[in-house]
């Protein structure tokens, strides 16, 4: 199982990712960082000290909501209010279990980003915005010229990247797009050494698509929205 010490990469995510490989996507300094608002809501501080923490709360904007990610209960920012405070589990995969039916897949891009968000909004696998997909990685199913199926990577962290936005329109659910999409993602990444991570509820039913995947939990997580108060 993937190392838990409190230092592992994969505890921040958001910090690792933003002052790494999303470094081009990210707003702010030494002292906080958080991804462009139209790109995704996540930020992270580089540690609890008042500085840092004053640092990340200026980082949101008046009406703007900022996304946590981490072990335990998020530090309090100042001047901000709780939204929302979950648990979830991060899953990671370092194998593949390949069952997937061949699907005809697509990559996507800026001219697909007004689908892609549609998409997102309709089936709500997470945050998404106008410019989510410039993350990185991000493939579809199309039928009829229209885009019904999607997944993408979000956070990359050392050693790792995180699949995320894995979504399916309601009319088209249950003809394996997911599990095809997901494969075509991992395939990759794994091939050139890379793990890969994701984070669900542990109610959510994909949990069994991504066990079957090769996932297994490595911990749970606190996912924490604020916003300005």
């Known amino acids: 199982m993937t190392d838990t010490r409190s ?10 990712s933003l002052t790494g490989r999303h470094a081009a996507l990210a707003l702010g300094d030494s002292r906080a960082v958080r991804f462009r608002p139209d790109v995704n ?16 709360a200026g980082l949101i904007a008046e009406g703007g909501t900022l996304g946590l990610l ?27 279990n390949r069952a997937a039916r ?12 007004g689908e892609m968000l549609d ?16 993350q990185g990685g ?5 039928r009829g010229g229209r885009l019904v199926a999607m997944a993408g990577e979000r956070m990359k962290v050392p050693g790792f990247s995180e699949i995320s936005a894995v ?6 659910r249950g003809q394996g797009f997911a599990r095809a999409l997901m494969e ?26 991504y066990r079957a995947l090769g996932f297994e939990v490595r911990r749970e997580m606190t996912y924490t929205v604020v916003a300005r108060g």
């Open 7 to 16: 230092d592992a990469p994969l505890d921040r995510p958001i910090w690792h």
């Open 41 to 56: 809501l996540f930020g992270a501080a580089a540690d609890e000290s008042p500085e840092a923490l004053d640092a990340l």
């Open 70 to 96: 981490g072990v335990g209960a998020a530090a309090p920012l100042p001047g901000t209010v709780v939204v929302s405070e979950r648990r979830l589990n991060q899953m990671v995969a370092t194998r593949l």
């Open 102 to 113: 061949a699907v005809e897949i697509v990559p996507l891009g800026d001219a697909d980003a």
């Open 119 to 134: 998409l997102a909004t309709l089936t709500a696998p997470g945050p998404f915005f106008a410019k989510t997909h410039l």
């Open 138 to 142: 991000y493939i579809g199913v199309r």
């Open 167 to 172: 979504c399916t329109h309601p009319d088209y």
């Open 184 to 209: 075509a993602v991992l395939v990759p990444l794994l091939e050139r050494g890379e793990g890969v991570f994701l984070h669900s509820y542990a109610d959510n039913p994909a949990v069994a698509l």
